[in-house]
């Protein structure tokens, strides 16, 4: 929205800054997170008083999870309102990767705020039926697929990119959709699985999102593009801005999430961002680039995977418990200790996910 005082501008004011991205991409977080400590505390109190007994803690999950009964769930409400309106208030409205990131993740947090209303209103772990998410989720995910690929240069339409290998791509062709329906609904449910300890997802959300906003601003750039041999986007640069609204509102949730978490961030925020995620990787076809920038999340979904599996075909456990998280927790290890080091390892692995931009 503020982009437009550039209409006010002769070339050399105040006003030309809202030109450049990076200015926006700073005011975008700047301010997710004032809206974050602003409002913070009156979301928690009214979600305390709503929800009474809060979210309900798994009879089966660590013994040492049943100290957090009674904490109020849905704090994803507040990272989505400050990215919402960060985004709204200084992105490009005109550009529609912009739309088709924002509206994937408020789908995702109405799916995720459906779930967790459920359970709270309830008083059970189990919210919308698995099936009933999977649905809905697809149809978000599909659409956004189509949507992507009608403003995709029409040399990378229906194209798979791959990374170090810059100049190869893979024609998907009908199969570009559901591939990235994989890609969406799949980071959204990954991130939802690593939503288990006081801010385990958030920081590495922060990271992926700002490695990703990286990559976004990169290949919409003709001139970047060119330099790191990498497909050129148009339009994508203007996700930057969108990204820096998630890391500043991330950073506002977790000054109440970290331990002891005042409140969690249940299915609301963990399905809107993990779509956002996924949603990104498609519009700027870096989707295999997520797999690496967002690598704890693929370990953690794949670690329940592998349980599942292992136990219906021989009735045995590969881990303590899944996710993998759950694992280490039941091996005696503290949750600072866990999410401090998986944070560690998230941070390496963007470092990574970046690399490829420049590494043939």
Do not use: C
């Not at 659409?143 to 690929?149: G, I, L, T, V």
């Not at 779509?275 to 498609?282: F, K, N």
């Amino acid at each position: 929205m503020l982009y437009w005082l550039t209409l006010l501008s002769d070339g050399g004011d105040f006003f030309n800054l809202f030109r450049y991205i990076t200015f926006r991409a700073g005011g975008a977080f700047l301010t997710a997170l004032i809206f974050g400590f602003l409002f913070g505390k009156p979301l928690i109190a009214v979600l305390r008083k709503r929800q009474g007994k809060g979210q309900p803690i798994r009879d089966d999950g660590p013994e040492g999870h049943f100290v957090k009964a009674g904490t109020p769930t849905m704090g994803g409400l507040l990272i989505v309102g400050a990215l919402l309106t960060s985004t709204l208030l200084w992105a490009r409205l005109d550009n529609p990767f912009v739309w088709m990131v924002l509206l994937v993740t408020m789908a995702f947090a109405a799916i995720g705020f459906a779930d967790d209303y459920a359970k709270v209103s309830k008083q059970t772990t189990a919210g919308v039926s698995s099936r009933m998410r999977l649905l809905l989720g697809f149809i978000i995910a599909g659409s956004a697929a189509y949507w992507a690929a009608q403003f995709h240069p029409e040399e990378l339409q229906n194209q798979l990119a791959l990374p170090v290998f810059k100049n190869t791509l893979i024609n998907l062709g009908y199969l570009f959709v559901p591939f990235s329906i994989i890609v969406i609904v799949g980071a959204a449910n990954a991130v939802n699985l690593t939503d288990g300890l006081d801010g385990l997802a958030i920081m590495p959300v922060m990271i992926a999102a700002g490695a990703l906003g990286v990559i976004a601003y990169a290949v919409g750039r003709v001139d970047f593009t060119e330099y790191l041999d990498v497909h050129y986007v148009p339009g994508t640069g203007e996700i930057l801005v969108f990204t820096a609204g998630i890391f500043g509102g991330g950073l506002g949730f977790l000054w109440y999430n970290a331990p002891p978490a005042a409140v969690f961030m249940g299915d609301t925020g963990s399905l809107a961002l993990g779509g956002a995620l996924g949603a990104i990787a498609v519009a700027t076809k870096h989707e295999l680039v997520l797999a690496i920038v967002g690598g704890l999340f693929v370990v953690e979904a794949l670690s329940v995977i592998i349980q599942v599996l292992y136990f219906k075909r021989t009735g045995k456990r590969v881990f303590l418990m899944a996710p993998i998280h759950h694992h280490y927790e039941k091996k005696g290890w503290a949750e600072p200790q866990i999410v401090i080091r998986f944070w560690i390892i998230s941070l390496i692995l963007a470092m990574i996910g970046l690399a490829t931009l420049k590494v043939r």
